[in-house]
């Protein structure tokens, strides 16, 4: 086994990669080109063998598959019983991790196990260039909501920030290694009984890829928790609106609330002060509507529309 083995776990649905997965791999890719080293993404679960070529798609020199079915859906104990095992029987330079749904909570439990270093939400992973003789990681991470920027080293367990990294294609026909998995029955202690889906408005803010706001402008916040509804958005608002209730106080943005960069930003009266604009200015798509031309987010805005706000939301909901 390779001293300059790198590890991906990769997380799969509906027969493909997950992106955040892809992610790490192109991560993984760069790291291990650098220090003349491979990387192995590790498959599991039903299905876990369909991956294998999208994965040697993206960089995978090695794949490891455990298609067992006690492997399928939320499955922390047997997953973490797993990667351990593994882990210690060839010790990789480092894990890492895409920011989709398991990965966080999978890293978090596996570097407790192992009691390793673990790095989650890193915005960068580099190689240690100032060591070069010891194979390791600088990775870079932003803390107190995204006002500082941390730069650690030494760190095994890694998960990357959604998008951080470009998914690029590096093919090469993968190995494959089947392995089983071995747990005992009383070690897994975790029944799923029902699994609800999550109402796309109210999912945490700071992973929204579409966020409708409300503002003052916005009276009644019925019809726009409507349209969010119909869109598929998640709701979020201005300071004012949570501080007297309209909304509940997680969903404010801006700086003294949640950061958010969402694909696209619709906001309906919202004036654009800069603490709000502090918490959404990296939004890729801004629109707004505001009955005043001059507001501040208007000049913020990828289409802004000179409305009256409840007006607009009225006629969307109707249309769609
Ligand atoms: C320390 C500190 C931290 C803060 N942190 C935050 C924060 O995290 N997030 C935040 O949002 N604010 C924060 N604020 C408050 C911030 O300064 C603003 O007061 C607040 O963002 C204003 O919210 P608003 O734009 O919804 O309301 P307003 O400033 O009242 O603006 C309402 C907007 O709606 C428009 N409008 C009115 N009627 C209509 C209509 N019928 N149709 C369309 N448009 C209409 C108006 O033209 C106006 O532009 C903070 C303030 C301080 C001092």
Known sequence: MSDREIWVFAQHADGRPADPSLEALSAARKLADWQNGTVTAISLGPGARNLVAALGEHGADRVIVCDDTRLSGYAPEA????LADLVRGR?????LFGDAGLGNDLAARLAARLGCGFAPHCTSVEPAVELPSQPGFVVKRLAYNDKLQI?????QIITLQR???EIKRAPRAPQVEEVALAIPTEAVRLQIGETL?????????AQAEFIISGGNGVRNFAPLWAL????????GGSRVVCDDGRLPRERQIGESGTTVSPRCYLAFG??????????????KLIIVVNSDRHAPLMKLANLAVVADAEAVIRAMVERL
Do not use: F
């Open 270 to 283: 919202i004036s654009g002060a800069s603490q709000h604009l502090r918490g959404m200015q990296d939004s």
């Open 228 to 235: 969010a509804d119909r869109l598929g958005a998640a709701v």
């Open 163 to 165: 998008e951080a990294v």
């Open 91 to 95: 010790a990789p330079l480092a894990i």
């Open 79 to 82: 997953t973490v019983h797993l």
């Open 197 to 205: 889906k999550a109402d796309p408005r109210t999912i945490p803010l």
């Open 151 to 155: 730069t650690l080293a030494g760190a």
